[in-house]
């Protein structure tokens, strides 16, 4: 696989649910993030994490909570999640923080909470 | 507050023409990208601008970038179908590694 991956593409959640996103980057990038990408907003940066570390939290909100195991691997845990929060989820990574090249985008996930 | 603001927000255009997208910004900074998104579909760059007075072109889309001015144009040259898509551009703010994001335009290109 090349590039940034995400899983699930797509997922439906109820209020009281626990899911959790994940992203995989296969680009060798120290830098990795969390867009949330609603249908009337422009796109909002959550969560910046630079070699693993959590470098950004953007005020979101504690019902998701993001993890970095390692410089290729990103996942953001959501549980008792609003129907507001239905969006697309975006991971990006970029080769360093700052970056003096683009961020490399994965597929996104398209989550519902009902 | 940072803004971003694009204008167009929406713009049917027939193939053949030319037209230009703005991004205007409303903090100091030298680096700013272009983005293409395809409907349900993930971000592509088109382009990365870092400095003043940088030119980028690709095919029928150029784009440049005025620090001062703080705005950024891509420019579209005798359009066809396959450009429609929704456009972002993208700041990043001096001193800082977050990307503030533009509403986007989104482009349709009529035959």
């Known amino acids: 696989e090349t590039g940034v991956t995400q899983t699930p593409r797509h997922l439906v959640m109820g209020m009281t649910n626990k899911k959790s996103l994940k992203c995989e980057q296969h680009?060798?990038?120290?830098?990795m993030y969390w867009y949330k990408q609603s249908a009337k907003k422009p796109l909002e940066l959550m969560f910046v994490?630079?070699?693993?570390?959590?470098?950004e939290n953007n005020s979101v909100p504690s019902r998701f909570s993001p993890e970095c195991p390692n410089s290729s691997h990103l996942f953001l845990h959501l549980h008792t999640l609003q129907p507001e929060d239905s969006a697309l989820y975006l991971c990006?990574?970029?080769?360093?923080?700052?970056?003096?090249?683009?961020?490399?985008f994965g597929p996104g996930t398209r989550l519902t909470v009902l | 507050e940072l803004k971003v603001e694009q204008n167009p927000l929406f713009l049917s255009m027939q193939e053949g023409k030319n037209y230009t997208i703005y991004c205007n910004y409303s903090?100091?900074?030298?680096?700013l990208y272009w983005y293409r998104q395809d409907p349900g579909k993930s971000l592509e760059s088109l382009f990365v601008?870092?400095?003043?007075?940088a030119v980028k072109q690709e095919g029928r889309l150029m784009a440049s970038l005025d620090t001062k001015a703080r705005l950024s144009t891509l420019h579209i040259t005798a359009a066809v179908h396959d450009l429609s898509a929704t456009y972002f551009c993208?700041?990043?703010?001096?001193?800082?590694?977050?990307?503030?994001f533009g509403s986007g335009t989104r482009l349709l290109v009529r035959p």
């Open positions: 994490y630079s070699l693993e570390e959590r470098v």
């Open positions: 990006a990574s970029s080769q360093d923080l700052p970056s003096t090249d683009t961020q490399y």
């Open positions: 903090t100091t900074s030298d680096r």
């Open positions: 601008l870092l400095s003043n007075g």
């Open positions: 680009l060798g990038h120290n830098a």
């Open positions: 993208a700041v990043e703010p001096d001193s800082s590694y977050k990307l503030i």
